[in-house]
């Protein structure tokens, strides 16, 4: 591969580290016609991966979502637009490549709204912000093929002090969030799913009527259910408390 990484431009590569595991992940699609959605895409390093490794079928497509404005990327690499498109092209399938030049959040809606293509690789290499990310993550999730595949870039990428902004919180509270359609494939700096749709299992409170009563009785601070029914319905008082914060005060 680095043989053919000489016709290629690249200000700086950040992706051949990951090429062991994509291999073992992903190159039993070689030969199949697939779509492959990739958010962030810098000079197109991975892409240019994808293409040629992954780009037997000629009806294979790539939509790949970048704004090119970041400005973490613009103040240190001049024109990484103009680079990403002269390495797709020089591919010679560039025409199996459509480029939404957009923020992430505003693609990612129009293509769960458009409903036209599920794809079967999922790339998240977009913003390291972790409300971002979580972002990204779910929109691109209803996106994915039932048994497709999701890669999250900069898993251990720790920038900032607080713990709240980077990667790692978000992509742990996805997977927690759907443990029971996903099966984790790899995880290191870069994080691997499998999307695998089972049923839900949801174990209800045993005494749910109970629960509710003492979730009530908190909330009036009033410890006897009988005595607290008995002045709700008392004519003369008022119970004033909108749902909103009755619900905010339980919890």
């Not at 613009?74 to 459509?98: D, L, R, S, W």
């Not at 693609?107 to 390291?128: C, H, M, P, T």
Request: charged fraction near 30%; hydrophobic fraction near 40%.
């Amino acid at each position: 591969m680095q043989e053919k990484n000489e016709k290629f431009k690249f200000t700086y590569d950040w992706f051949d580290f990951n090429i062991p595991n994509w291999k073992k992940q992903l190159l039993h699609l070689k030969n199949e016609k697939i779509n492959v959605l990739e958010i962030g895409s810098f000079e197109g390093r991975s892409t240019v991966w994808i293409l040629e490794e992954l780009f037997n079928n000629p009806e294979s497509k790539l939509i790949s979502i970048d704004s090119f404005d970041d400005i973490h990327y613009t103040q240190f690499f001049k024109n990484y637009e103009a680079i990403f498109y002269e390495n797709i092209k020089m591919t010679g399938k560039e025409k199996q490549v459509e480029v939404m030049k957009s923020l992430s959040l505003d693609a990612l809606v129009k293509l769960n709204y458009e409903k036209k293509i599920k794809f079967d690789f999922i790339y998240l290499y977009g913003s390291n912000v972790a409300s971002n990310v979580s972002e990204d993550a779910v929109l691109a999730w209803n996106l994915l093929k039932d048994g497709g595949i999701m890669t999250f870039d900069d898993y251990e990428w720790a920038k900032y002090k607080e713990e709240y902004n980077n990667p790692k919180i978000a992509i742990d509270a996805f997977i927690k969030c759907y443990e029971p359609h996903i099966e984790v494939i790899h995880k290191g700096y870069q994080v691997t799913i499998k999307k695998v749709i089972r049923e839900i299992k949801q174990s209800e409170i045993d005494d749910y009527p109970g629960h509710l009563k003492q979730m009530i009785m908190k909330f009036y601070g009033i410890n006897d259910y009988n005595l607290l029914i008995m002045i709700i319905s008392e004519p003369l008082i008022k119970i004033t408390y909108t749902s909103n914060e009755f619900v905010n005060k339980l919890i």
